[in-house]
């Protein structure tokens, strides 16, 4: 199903912005009437995407990212896109939450985390875009 986003944010991809991407996200979610536990859940995961695009996207210089979100069938969608190096987050394995500290690997949490809170996320290369998708349905309760 092709999302048509309400509103858009353009900004470098630069971890400077990230302030002004959580405001941003969480701003929209005010006026949506989000539960609170649901808005927290969206920022860490908009703070781990925004961050993986500022540090990895680019390599030592920096591009640009853009945020998209909708709001439609009980749902928030959210897109990240940037025009680095193709990198599906998607085909990277689980992390072992259950291994001791010192065994477990370096990275892969936040995306674990990405996609035990979100419904459903996707990812695209589309025209030399990265593109993840995401949808979180919006309940009136409050629910992890």
């Known amino acids: 199903?092709?999302?048509?986003?309400?509103?858009?944010?353009?900004?470098?991809?630069?971890?400077?912005?990230?302030?002004?991407?959580?405001?941003?996200?969480?701003?929209?979610?005010?006026?949506?009437?989000?539960?609170?536990?649901?808005?927290?859940?969206?920022?860490?995961v908009t703070e781990e995407l925004f961050i993986n695009i500022c540090d990895y996207a680019y390599g030592a210089a920096v591009g640009q990212a853009l945020i998209r979100l909708a709001f439609k069938d009980h749902s928030l969608y959210m897109q990240f896109e940037d025009s680095g190096i193709p990198f599906n987050p998607l085909e990277q394995g689980a992390p072992d939450i259950n291994a001791p500290m010192e065994d477990r690997r370096i990275g892969g949490l936040g995306i674990y985390i990405v996609r035990k809170w979100m419904d459903s996320v996707t990812y695209e290369r589309i025209d030399k875009k990265n593109i993840l998708t995401l949808r979180k349905l919006i309940s009136n309760k409050e629910q992890g």
Request: glycine share 2%.
């Open 1 to 44: 199903m092709a999302i048509a986003f309400d509103s858009e944010l353009r900004l470098p991809a630069s971890r400077e912005g990230l302030d002004a991407v959580i405001d941003w996200v969480t701003e929209k979610m005010d006026y949506e009437h989000c539960p609170r536990k649901m808005q927290n859940h969206v920022a860490v």
